[in-house]
Structure formats: structure tokens, C-alpha cells
């Protein structure tokens, strides 16, 4: 029973060791890179600070959010496929894909050093003081 058992740890600690060995391999042969606004995301909070104009109404209101703009990166780093995927008010979901759509293009994701299409989900944060 004990040389079923030890067998046993011995088949498994070398599928482990396998499955392991793969991974790491495979993980070095792929080289990608997640898409990126000009600059980092510094630049990006900047940029959000300076162009977004909390709307009147809902600045009185004292309405704050969160409001989460998906959009895909295309292979030239333009922005298309605008969706607003959770939403704070009108106004101010209006004014986040307003500001969104006007940013300028961004670095493309890479897959192996080619760019690729994605999907990116920004949240976009309105609040009051």
C-alpha cells in the first residue's frame, strides 16, 4: 500500500513539474503588452482633470459616480465602439463619452510585438467636494 502511495506522490509531483515547466515556457514565448494613453496614466488623470466639466445640474444636485466607459483600442491606437456600461446620471454620462471619444489615440496593445485590437473598460470618477 505504501509503494501504491508513494507512486502515486511521484506521478503527480512530475505531471506538477511538467505542467509547470510548459507554463513558463509557454509565458516566455508570448510577449504582449496592455494598450496605454500617451504618456501613462498620470497623463491620463491629467487629462481627465483638465477636460471634464462637471455639469451644472448635477454638480447643484451634489450627484456623484462612477461611470464606466468601454471602448476598443484599434490596432493604430484610435478609439471606436464607444458603450457607457454603467451609468450616473445622463449629464454626466454624456460628458464622460464626450471627453472620452475627444482623447487623443493611445499606444495599442501588443501581442508578439504586433498590435491587436481590444476592449478597454475606464472608469471615469464624478465628485463632488
Known sequence: MKKIILIA???????ASKAQVAYSTLKSKVDATFP??????????????KNLKYP??????RVQGTVLVSFI????GSLSN?????????????????VVK??????PAKLDEKPVRV??????IFKTN
Not at 451644472?56 to 444636485?61: F, G, M, N, Y
Open 9 to 15: 506522490v511521484l506521478v503527480f509531483v512530475a505531471i
Open 82 to 98: 464607444f458603450e457607457i456600461i454603467r451609468n450616473v446620471s445622463q449629464a454626466i454620462d454624456a460628458e464622460a463619452l464626450r
Open 56 to 61: 451644472k445640474v448635477d454638480l447643484e444636485s
Open 36 to 49: 496605454s494613453f500617451p504618456g501613462g496614466q498620470n497623463k491620463l488623470n491629467r487629462y481627465l482633470k
Open 102 to 107: 475627444n482623447s487623443p489615440n493611445w499606444e
Open 119 to 124: 476592449r478597454y473598460t475606464l472608469p471615469v
Open 73 to 76: 483600442i484599434e490596432k493604430d
